[in-house]
């Protein structure tokens, strides 16, 4: 399976604090992109990193990414009771213009006020 | 402006009974995804459209799953004699397409789907 794996797959932390979610990955990819789910429907779409770079900043988001480790990082700075969520990471393939997204189990993060 | 939206939002269908979840993307976008989210396999690729291109059918599970897209606009994915381990989210979503490093794929509200 080219699914990717994520850990932790639940963090809880108070907030103000910080979140980390890491992100693995088995095969070669275009990009590699963070989602958030809550209550369990759509998924909002936070950012989007290429396969040539190697760190990215959005607000309170920042993501690298290490493509000889096949891993990738979700960093929530100054965490919010409204983070409180599930992270998917997800990684784009094919040759294509487009391509099927493989998606990470997923961090349920729970950020008490 | 409109995002991707998905119709019924919840549907409850009897064992072997056929369902129809229809898409309909952001107006502009030419590819289309369809994903199912369930408890046991987390998020799946079910099948995506990219223009008038042959869709890519990898990630159906079975032949009772098919999909269509009509006027490169509004997709319809059919679950034929339904079973209960359909039961999921089945969540749509769509790219402008404007290369593989920069796709960015928006996702609609999902239909739940309970086979009861």
């Known amino acids: 399976s080219q699914q990717g794996e994520e850990d932790p797959q639940a963090l809880s932390i108070q907030e103000g604090e910080n979140a980390t979610m890491n992100c693995s990955y088995k095969t070669s990819i275009n990009n590699l992109q963070w989602y958030r789910q809550n209550s369990g429907r759509g998924l909002v779409h936070l950012i989007l990193i290429r396969s040539n770079e190697r760190e990215k900043h959005s607000g309170r988001l920042r993501v690298t990414l290490d493509t000889s480790k096949k891993s990738s990082s979700l960093l929530i700075t100054a965490s919010r009771a409204a983070d409180t969520a599930s992270y998917f990471c997800a990684t784009g393939h094919g040759s294509s213009n487009t391509g099927k997204l493989i998606f990470g189990q997923g961090t349920t993060l729970q950020v008490k006020p | 402006g409109a995002g991707v939206s998905q119709s019924p939002s919840n549907k409850v269908t009897e064992k072997g009974k056929d369902v129809e979840l229809r898409c309909d993307p952001i107006?502009?976008?030419?590819?289309l995804y369809w994903y199912r989210q369930s408890l046991g396999q987390g998020l799946e690729f079910l099948i995506y459209?990219?223009?008038?291109?042959?869709?890519?059918k990898s990630g159906l599970p079975s032949d009772r799953f098919s999909a269509e897209r009509t006027g490169g606009s509004v997709s319809t994915l059919t679950i034929q004699r339904t079973q209960q381990e359909d039961s999921a989210v089945y969540l749509c979503?769509?790219?402008?397409?404007?290369?593989?490093?920069?796709?960015?794929?928006?996702f609609g509200p999902g239909t739940r789907l309970t086979v009861l």
């Open positions: 107006s502009g976008h030419t590819a």
């Open positions: 459209f990219q223009g008038n291109s042959a869709p890519d």
């Open positions: 979503a769509s790219s402008l397409s404007r290369g593989p490093s920069t796709d960015t794929q928006y």
